[in-house]
């Protein structure tokens, strides 16, 4: 049984002023074991009060606790950076690389949510309610770098995130899926602040958004595979290949990404729509087991699933388990693969800041974090 740290740690946040900064730092604020130390952003707002330079976007009010912080550069030499257990990114692409390997550099645990470094072979690219045992590979990557403490994590792609735990839990209970189709729907607040441009996408979908079917399509092969028997690097799915194709579109829709997904498994005759149901239902993972204590963020239930015909549903769903878990239904035969079904999850709780934070206490419980 593992229990939650004695003491607190000390964490920090970069692009702390940004869409998935101000996430961490709703959920950070109420952390029983995490303690928010440095707030970080661009030279644009270092050395202002968070409470004076952030467009606060969220519908719950700025924690007290952080108003009255002073934003530093996101920096190994900022004040306070060097003492934290834990740093967590919202930072964009543009910038994150250069910053997070400095501070991997420096020794410092680094969360990412940007696609730097989701593709490096010695990085685990974890969504915690599918493969937490990638982890892992962190040992391979300090001695590769020689380093006795740093290491980079990443998250998924948002909408990856959305489709892959529910593909996890066919692959749990019927093995290898063969082929996946899947076409997203995605809130705007997935492309940050400011973002799309409001005469860009009222009344209007927008059927392209850069990249993001590619990511999709490799991030599922490597976060649904395994770990190499090394454990010095990951094996893509190599037994089963997975065929994936994917198109992704923005819509007006402020928060939550929907995805509608068909799946052959490798198993035929395939599993009934009613087997499939079942499987669902009953999904659980580690970040689950390891219990409240060590792991407050969890879910408790990863999926939820919906009997309703017109469910799951953006503005009705995306608060369910409080942004933590995937909603998936309107499960049914295809008539060309084996079953078809609805996915929905919040982008940036569980498409970002939720997912570091818990990739941060299953890493804490496996002692990855001191
Ligand atoms: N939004 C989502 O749903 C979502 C989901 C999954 C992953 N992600 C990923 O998460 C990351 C952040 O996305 P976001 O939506 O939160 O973006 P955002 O709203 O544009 O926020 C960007 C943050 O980065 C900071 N920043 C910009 N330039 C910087 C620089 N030169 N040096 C240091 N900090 C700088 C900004 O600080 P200032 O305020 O000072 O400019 C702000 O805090 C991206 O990599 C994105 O792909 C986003």
Same mark, same amino acid.
């Given at each position: 049984m593992v229990s939650a740290p004695q003491n607190k740690i000390k964490v920090g946040v970069l692009g702390a002023t940004g869409t998935v900064g101000q996430r961490f730092i709703e959920l950070l604020a109420p952390h029983p074991y995490f303690e928010l130390h440095v707030l970080a952003a661009s030279s644009r707002s270092a050395g202002q009060e968070y409470a004076k330079i952030v467009k606060w976007k969220l519908n719950t009010p700025i924690p007290e606790k952080v108003k009255k912080m002073v934003v530093q550069e996101c920096s190994k030499d900022a004040p306070g950076m060097k003492d934290c257990g834990v740093v967590f990114s919202g930072l964009d692409h543009d910038v994150a690389g250069?910053? #997070?390997?400095?501070?991997r550099q420096a020794e410092l645990v680094v969360f990412s949510n940007a696609k730097n470094y989701r593709r490096d072979p010695i990085v685990p690219l974890v969504v915690p309610l599918v493969n937490p045992s990638h982890f892992s590979v962190i040992e391979h990557q300090r001695a590769s770098?020689?380093? /006795?403490?740093?290491?980079?994590?990443?998250?998924?792609?948002?909408? =990856? =995130? &959305?489709?892959? %735990?529910?593909?996890?839990?066919? #692959?749990? *209970?019927?093995?290898?899926?063969?082929?996946?189709?899947?076409? =997203?729907? /995605?809130?705007?607040?997935?492309?940050?602040?400011?973002? !799309?441009?409001?005469?860009?996408?009222?009344?209007? %979908?927008?059927?392209?958004?850069?990249?993001? #079917?590619?990511?999709i399509e490799w991030e599922t092969a490597k976060i649904l595979g395994g770990v190499n028997e090394d454990q010095k690097g990951f094996d893509y799915h190599a037994s089963h290949p997975l065929k994936?194709?994917?198109?992704?579109?923005? %819509?007006? %829709?402020?928060?939550?990404?929907?995805?509608?997904?068909? !799946?052959?498994?490798?198993? /035929?005759?395939?599993?009934?729509v009613e087997e499939v149901q079942k499987a669902f239902r009953e999904f659980t993972c580690e970040a689950q087991t390891l219990g409240k204590d060590v792991c407050p963020s969890a879910p408790e239930r990863a999926i939820v699933y919906h009997d309703a015909p017109d469910r799951p /549903?953006?503005?009705?769903? *995306?608060?369910? #388990?409080?942004?933590?878990? !995937?909603? !998936? &239904? *309107?499960? *049914?035969?295809?008539?060309?693969?084996?079953v078809k079904f609805v996915t929905l999850l919040d982008n940036v709780r569980l498409g970002a800041a939720t997912s570091s934070v818990i990739n941060a206490e299953i890493a804490v419980a496996k002692g990855l974090i001191v």
């Open positions: 250069d910053i #997070e390997a400095s501070l770098l020689g380093l /006795q403490k740093g290491y980079i994590v990443c998250n998924a792609n948002c909408s =990856t =995130t &959305g489709v892959v %735990v529910a593909l996890k839990a066919l #692959e749990d *209970r019927f093995g290898p899926l063969e082929t996946i189709m899947c076409t =997203t729907m /995605q809130a705007i607040s997935g492309a940050g602040y400011p973002g !799309v441009s409001s005469l860009d996408i009222l009344d209007n %979908v927008v059927p392209h958004i850069g990249g993001e #079917e590619e990511k994936i194709s994917a198109n992704c579109n923005r %819509v007006p %829709v402020i928060d939550g990404h929907l995805a509608c997904v068909s !799946v052959k498994f490798s198993k /035929q005759p395939a599993p009934s /549903q953006p503005r009705l769903d *995306r608060d369910l #388990e409080n942004g933590a878990c !995937v909603s !998936v &239904g *309107r499960l *049914r035969e295809c008539n060309v693969l084996d």
